[in-house]
C-alpha cells in the first residue's frame, strides 16, 4: 500500500498527514504575501481550509476504533482540499498569487485528495 512506508503507530507515522501538513505550511506562507486586506478575507480562508485537512486526518485517526467514523473524518478531509483548490483558484484569478504557484499547490491538493480516497478504501491494512 502506498501508504505505508513502514509500521504506523500514530498518526505522524501517516504519509498523507505529513504531506497534508506540509501543504497547510505552504499556504499559509503563500497568504502571507497577500495584500494586508486580504489576509484577513481570503487568507483567513485559505488557510482555514487547507489547515483542515491534517486536522481531521489526526481527529479520524484518534477514533480510527470506529470505521465510520474513522472514515467520517476523511471525507471532511477530502472536501477540504477540494474546497483549498477553489480558494487557490480564487486567490489567482484576483492577482494574489502567482498563476504557476496555484497550479502547482492546486496538483499537490489533487494528489493528496487521491492519497486520502486510497487511505479511506484500504485503512484497515494500516494496523
Not at 467520517?72 to 492577482?95: N, P
Not at 498569487?97 to 489533487?110: D, V
Not at 493528496?112 to 478504501?121: D, F, Q, T, Y
Request: a positive charge; one cysteine or more.
Amino acid at each position: 500500500m502506498a501508504e505505508r512506508s513502514g509500521p504506523v503507530r500514530k498518526y505522524t507515522d501517516l504519509l498523507v498527514y505529513k504531506q497534508a501538513y506540509r501543504l497547510a505550511l505552504e499556504v499559509s506562507k503563500l497568504t502571507r504575501t497577500f495584500p494586508r486586506h486580504e489576509q484577513y478575507e481570503l487568507g483567513r480562508q485559505l488557510r482555514a481550509c487547507s489547515r483542515s485537512v491534517g486536522a481531521n486526518i489526526v481527529e479520524g485517526w484518534a477514533k480510527r476504533n470506529s470505521a465510520a467514523e474513522f472514515k467520517r473524518h476523511l471525507v471532511i478531509a477530502s472536501g477540504e482540499c477540494a474546497e483549498t483548490k477553489y480558494w487557490l483558484d480564487l486567490a489567482c484569478d484576483e492577482g494574489l498569487a502567482p498563476r504557476s504557484q496555484c497550479e502547482t499547490l492546486k496538483g499537490e491538493y489533487s494528489k493528496l485528495g487521491m492519497m486520502i480516497h486510497n487511505l479511506w478504501k484500504e485503512w484497515r491494512k494500516l494496523g
